[in-house]
């Protein structure tokens, strides 16, 4: 005769663990901007920047020299033409050294802008398949570029020193003024990355926007052509483009260009934050349709 041996059940105590409780709605209406969201994932930001910088130079001859030899080539060109054949004022500087510290916060700009303007349609099977803040791909494709501007910033200070021009004390605004130059492609950047999802015919008129950016921004000459010549209520309206202030910002800081350059830069400032706000906003308000629609 078998006897069964009744069932002990045992009950085992589950220790108590708090977790984070994450809850994902769908936005309605204004979205808030959740910039807190950027600071805990700035080891991603870190990811996606190294990465970035990693890809554009490699299997490349030349590698990083190519963030010297652009600017470089560039000033050469505009100081034959526009210095030399055109014969246009650098304000008393070196035609070389003045178009090359124009160019470098340009450029910064100009590259900064046209990787962001693609970067969510770059990264579109990333952004069907695992959930991070959107934001985290604009930002990052602006700081990749503060390496190749940090590398021709060095080439700089090694022209200055040879034309014999010592920086001012002023040089300490700089860092100011690439925040500026940065704000200012991440705040045009989001609005065309955000329309570059809905439209993909945008990404076709950026390199037209930028060229056209260019010849509108005081880099090949100097901002006094159009002050000294026009009444005040151009200043103003000069002062509407954001590259303006920061162009000339860099001269101040850097060459001790003189001049009524004060309000440009404060104008400038004002057109960059007013810009970043709203293509934050439209951008938060349009991010829950990026993965549908890219």
């Not at 021709?152 to 040089?171: D, E, K, R, S």
Request: glycine share 6%; net charge positive.
């Amino acid at each position: 005769m078998i006897v069964s041996k009744p069932m002990v059940t045992q009950t085992v105590e589950r220790r108590n663990t708090r977790l984070p409780l994450v809850t994902i709605e769908p936005l309605h209406g204004w979205a808030p901007l959740g910039l807190y969201e950027l600071w805990n994932c700035r080891e991603l930001i870190y990811f996606f920047v190294w990465r970035d910088v990693k890809i554009r130079y490699k299997q490349t001859i030349l590698g990083a020299a190519w963030a010297v030899l652009q600017p470089l080539l560039t000033m050469v060109v505009f100081s034959v033409i526009f210095g030399h054949l055109a014969g246009l004022p650098s304000d008393g500087v070196p035609y070389p050294i003045f178009t090359y510290t124009a160019l470098l916060p340009w450029q910064l700009f100009a590259y900064a802008l046209s990787q962001t303007a693609i970067s969510l349609v770059s990264h579109q099977q990333l952004l069907k398949k695992v959930y991070f803040p959107r934001l985290v791909i604009p930002f990052s494709a602006v700081l990749c570029w503060v390496v190749d501007f940090s590398i021709g910033f060095l080439v700089l200070l090694v022209l200055m020193f040879y034309y014999g021009i010592v920086p001012t004390l002023a040089i300490v605004m700089v860092p100011l003024f690439v925040l500026l130059a940065m704000a200012a492609a991440l705040a045009v950047g989001l609005w065309l990355a955000t329309l570059n999802v809905q439209y993909r015919d945008v990404r076709y008129a950026i390199p037209f926007l930028i060229q056209f950016w260019l010849f509108i921004t005081p880099v090949a000459y100097s901002s006094s052509l159009i002050l000294d010549r026009t009444p005040g209520y151009v200043h103003l309206l000069y002062g509407l483009n954001p590259m303006t202030g920061v162009v000339e910002g860099f001269r101040w800081a850097l060459l001790g260009k003189s001049g009524d350059v004060g309000p440009l830069i404060f104008v400038s400032g004002l057109v960059v934050v007013g810009l970043l706000l709203s293509g934050l906003i439209y951008f938060r308000r349009m991010e829950g349709t990026f993965s549908d629609v890219v």
